[in-house]
């Protein structure tokens, strides 16, 4: 658990490294080319060796120093193959194309991870099956098989992050245009298309949510790609500045022109901001927050990972601020450990909740089922008096590199303990 004093004077500066959505994709992406792909600024977390003892397990060769990550699978089998650590995560789904492309066949565990409800993968499934794969299902494995269809199709990602990356994989090596409808937008989207470019893959993009892909089994290897930098790792820091900086935090590498829909209601809650060289962005403390209504939404939408954490911001806001979650029905389930704070937000249904007056948060010990959850509550510690402990270390772990040392290094009073 992570133990947490009170720190209401942090300072210094904090840069952004890789991003954790758009890492497993990419990693994922290299099972695609048959030979050696390097991929730079790599987040250091959990989730990254995850993926790599699966990689492991088909006898490829792996990398991982610093931030530098080498994959060739040049030489690879099933016969070892390991999927006990991709179990852990929603996002050991991505690996459906890299195994369908090399070995006609794809047994991947059913998509884990967060606790915050339904997340179907029906757009995953009709997706692969239009392609021309087959597809059964047991409690706790996806099994899909056969060569891809050589006709051109459409299919739809409903704006499902994950099932567009999962599908853009899919559709590289056909030789056959596939055009996906209703494609997510998010920035690691983007890098995910860039790294598939690199590797002679013809994607199209239109303005309306369209992708168009036409695929080759012709691929380019000794590939380099840099993994973008964590938008919202910079969300997160930029909150922890407004409620807990003595002057201001200045967040290096923070993608701001990822962060439009977050900044606007930042400012709108009285958060002073400035904008530096070379993307970094200032951050000043607000002593005086005004209350806000915030709706999540597709990108560039407000995000859905940044509004557990917006919510500690609202419980400093005068008067009533009110939250819309429209992507996920469990996601304001964990306001509950906020009445363990002293905190009483009323969550409406399963996706709204209002929050009221500025509060004095108490010391407890609290616990997450899911990452950016956990977050929310370690700045809620650093805001809290006395001492309070966060259970399940695992879940910042999973997503956040080196979390622990970037908040002492703004001179946080926390510390990982032993229960």
């Not at 060739?72 to 650590?85: G, V």
């Not at 899909?144 to 567009?164: E, H, K, L």
Request: glycine share 4%; charged share 20%; with cysteine.
């Amino acid at each position: 658990m992570f133990q947490i004093e009170q720190s209401l004077d942090l300072s210094g500066s904090v840069t952004i490294w890789g991003s954790k959505n758009a890492a497993l994709p990419l990693i994922s992406a290299a099972l695609l080319i048959p030979g050696k792909v390097t991929f730079t600024n790599v987040p250091d977390i959990l989730d990254v060796h995850d993926f790599l003892h699966f990689y492991k397990s088909l006898w490829a060769e792996t990398n991982f120093s610093w931030d530098i990550l080498s994959i060739d699978t040049t030489d690879i089998s099933l016969d070892n193959i390991d999927t006990s650590a991709i179990a852990r995560t929603r996002a050991g789904i991505y690996f459906i194309a890299g195994l369908l492309s090399r070995f006609e066949t794809a047994d991947v565990p059913f998509p884990h991870g967060d606790k915050i409800w339904k997340r179907p993968i029906d757009e995953h499934i009709d997706g692969y099956k239009n392609m021309g794969y087959s597809f059964e299902e047991t409690s706790e494995m996806l099994k899909f098989s056969g060569s891809w269809s050589s006709d051109d199709v459409t299919i739809t990602a409903y704006f499902a992050v994950t099932a567009t990356a999962n599908l853009v994989m899919g559709a590289a090596t056909r030789n056959a245009t596939t055009t996906i409808q209703l494609a997510a937008f998010e920035p690691h989207i983007f890098n995910l298309i860039d790294f598939l470019r690199l590797a002679w893959v013809q994607i199209d993009v239109r303005y309306d949510h369209t992708i168009i892909i036409h695929g080759t089994r012709n691929l380019k290897t000794n590939l380099q790609q840099e993994v973008i930098s964590d938008y919202l790792q910079s969300g997160t820091f930029a909150i922890i500045a407004a409620l807990a900086s003595k002057e201001y935090i200045d967040i290096h590498r923070a993608r701001i022109s990822d962060l439009w829909a977050f900044l606007y209601k930042l400012h709108d809650a009285g958060v002073k901001t400035e904008n530096l060289w070379n993307d970094t962005l200032r951050v000043y403390r607000c002593h005086n927050l005004k209350a806000v209504n915030i709706q999540t939404n597709i990108f560039p939408g407000f995000p859905t990972d940044l509004m557990p954490l917006f919510t500690v911001l609202m419980t400093q806001c005068a008067w009533t601020s009110r939250v819309h979650e429209i992507l996920y029905e469990g996601r304001l389930n964990w306001l509950v450990e906020y009445e363990n704070l002293w905190v009483a937000p009323r969550i409406i249904n399963l996706h709204e909740a209002k929050i009221e007056w500025p509060t004095s948060l108490q010391w407890a010990t609290v616990k997450s089922w899911d990452l950016r959850a956990w977050a929310a509550l370690v700045i809620a510690g650093l805001l809290a008096e006395w001492t309070t402990k966060v259970e399940n270390v695992y879940w910042i772990k999973r997503g956040y590199d080196d979390f622990l040392w970037k908040l002492q290094s703004l001179w946080a009073k926390i510390e990982e303990i032993q229960d």
